[in-house]
């Protein structure tokens, strides 16, 4: 089979898809290709406000961090099984 006879085959193929296609959707390609560009397009809208939060919630959320963090350096130490069991 030459390359000119498969491009042939091949869009025949194509030519028989796209007809079910329209049967079974009762749209045209160029319905389709609107379609599909309006599907991608950017949500439009205001992007959500950045968390900020004030110094002393960063020095409360700091503590209990290395709270958490020397707990289970001593339980690793002690090498009983707790909450960090699967690390």
């Known amino acids: 089979m030459s390359s000119e006879e ?8 194509i030519l028989t898809l796209r007809e079910v296609r329209n049967l079974l959707g009762n ?4 319905d389709d290709t ?11 809208g205001r992007r959500p406000r950045k968390r900020v939060l004030s110094p002393g919630a960063r020095e409360r959320i700091a503590a ?9 350096k001593r339980a690793a130490k002690a090498g009983a099984v707790g909450p960090g069991w699967w690390v």
């Open 6 to 13: 498969m491009v042939m085959t091949v869009d025949g193929e």
């Open 27 to 30: 749209r045209s390609s160029s």
């Open 34 to 44: 609107v379609a599909r560009v309006n599907s991608v397009a950017k949500p439009r």
């Open 64 to 72: 209990a961090q290395s709270r958490r963090r020397a707990a289970q």
